[in-house]
Each structure stands twice: as structure tokens, then as C-alpha cells.
């Protein structure tokens, strides 16, 4: 009867991963072992700085085991630095980005849409399916879709609309940014703790000196990753909500 009842158990389990259902911190966990095949990990964000305050310390996480992590910025920033013209700001911002991705072991790869004024159409859509073409993720991150900034929202529907056209699928996760003030009603399936890539990830977001680093945080931030850990019973964690629908393939994870 034992040995019935822990093949059942298996089999649930085993299920579930093929289906994409493990949660997040499972999947980080099973990575762990050397036996596991390295994933390939890309992030989807409106601007430089958005990766980073929103999942820089869960991709670190993943980075730091092994895998590959692409962050594909939508735009520059070309809008964000008042008194630099787009193409000032532009440089200054990719600079940022590409230390940002340094300490976080990503790769920065910028989509080339602009600041403010992003765009939802079929080009861009095939531009982006492109680029995930190019990373063959295996796990996405992007903003989650109900948010202030249009830029956000637009990354976030490119995203989808790539994962739902995707011929191999790829396990799709929304994260939040500046909880309240942008990113709405959020209700997470998934945390990843972070409290061993909590500076790591910090350091990521003070690379971003043109954003006001000490601002980002004040707008939420640290009282995200305490709050989420609070939630998840850790000390620090990010959340996330995962994009469900039906899985071709999968992974499985023993």
C-alpha cells in the first residue's frame, strides 16, 4: 500500500510539472540538482529599471544557478530624464541598463521601441516574436497587464500575445511594479524567495542613477519584498501571477 500510494504521488507530481504547474519556487529548487537540463530565461520590460525592481532578484537566482537570463528592454527610456533630449537619455539610460544586467548575469538585448510612446501592432508583435525566437525561452517574465503605464501594458499584451502564438510554449509570469501606484490588483500564484539575492538585486536597481534609485524603493519596493516574504513565509521574496492555459510539451522536474 505505501509503495502504491507514493507512485500516485509521483504521478501527481509528475503530471503537474509537465503541465506547467510547479510553482516557481519548485522549479529554482529543482535546478538545484546538476542532473537538470540549464533553462533559458528571458524578461520582458517597458523600460530599464522595470526588470530590476520588478524580478531582478529572482532572475539573479536563476543566473546565479547556471542559466541563461536574457532582459529584453522595450524601449530605452528615452522620456525619462527631464532637460536630456530622447537621444541623450537614450544613452545614458542604455548604459544603466547594461550595468544593471552585469551585476544581475543577464544579457541586455533592447527592442528599439520608444519611451512613452510604445506601440501594440502586428509588426511590433512579430518583432518580438522574433527576439523570443532568438532567446527560445523556456520561462517568461513581464509586467502584468492591469497597470498604470502604458509602456507596461503594451509589454505585457506583445508578451501574451507572442506566449498564445508561441509554437513551443514556454511557462508565462507576470510581475508587479510599485504595487498600487502601477501595477493593480495583484494576486499572486507564485513567490521566489530572494533573500539570498536581495542586494544583488539592489545594486541592479542603483545602477539606474537618472531614476532616482532611493525613489524607486520609496515608491514601494522594500515594502514589497518584506511583504511578499511575510506572505510566503520567508524574510524577503518577489510575487508573481502565472499565466495559465494549455501547455504543448513541458518540464519534469524529479
Not at 504521488?9 to 535546478?31: C, D, E, M, V, Y
Not at 547594461?98 to 510604445?118: E, M, R, S, Y
Not at 518583432?127 to 505585457?156: G, R, Y
Not at 508573481?240 to 492555459?245: I, K, P, S
Amino acid at each position: 500500500m505505501k509503495s502504491s500510494s507514493n507512485t500516485r504521488r509521483q504521478f501527481i507530481k509528475n503530471t503537474s510539472a509537465a503541465l506547467g504547474l510547479l510553482p516557481l519556487s519548485a522549479i529554482l529548487q529543482a535546478q538545484t540538482k546538476r542532473t537538470e537540463p540549464k533553462k533559458r530565461i528571458v524578461c520582458l520590460g517597458g523600460h530599464p529599471d522595470d526588470p530590476e525592481s520588478g524580478c531582478g532578484g529572482t532572475l539573479a537566482r536563476f543566473a546565479n544557478a547556471g542559466h541563461q537570463v536574457t532582459i529584453i528592454y522595450l524601449t530605452t527610456g528615452e522620456a525619462g530624464i527631464d532637460g536630456k533630449s530622447h537621444a541623450e537619455a537614450a544613452v545614458i539610460r542604455k548604459a544603466e541598463a547594461i550595468n544593471a544586467c552585469n551585476i544581475l548575469n543577464c544579457k541586455p538585448v533592447f527592442a528599439g521601441q520608444t519611451d512613452g510612446d510604445t506601440i501594440m501592432n502586428n509588426e511590433w508583435l512579430s518583432i518580438i516574436q522574433q527576439l523570443f525566437v532568438n532567446e527560445n525561452p523556456d520561462i517568461v517574465f513581464t509586467h502584468w497587464p492591469i497597470d498604470s503605464h502604458k509602456d507596461h501594458q503594451v509589454a505585457s499584451l506583445l508578451a501574451i500575445q507572442t506566449w498564445m502564438r508561441a509554437s513551443k510554449k514556454f511557462l508565462l509570469y507576470f510581475f508587479e511594479v510599485c504595487a498600487g501606484e502601477q501595477t493593480m490588483t495583484f494576486n499572486p500564484t507564485d513567490y521566489v524567495d530572494i533573500t539570498d539575492t536581495q542586494e544583488q538585486k539592489r545594486k541592479a536597481v542603483y545602477c539606474h542613477q537618472s531614476q532616482d534609485p532611493p525613489g524607486i524603493y520609496a515608491c514601494g519596493h522594500a515594502a514589497m519584498e518584506d511583504f511578499r516574504g511575510r506572505e510566503s513565509g520567508v524574510k524577503t521574496a518577489e510575487a508573481f501571477v502565472r499565466m495559465n492555459g494549455k501547455m504543448q510539451g513541458g518540464f519534469i522536474f524529479e
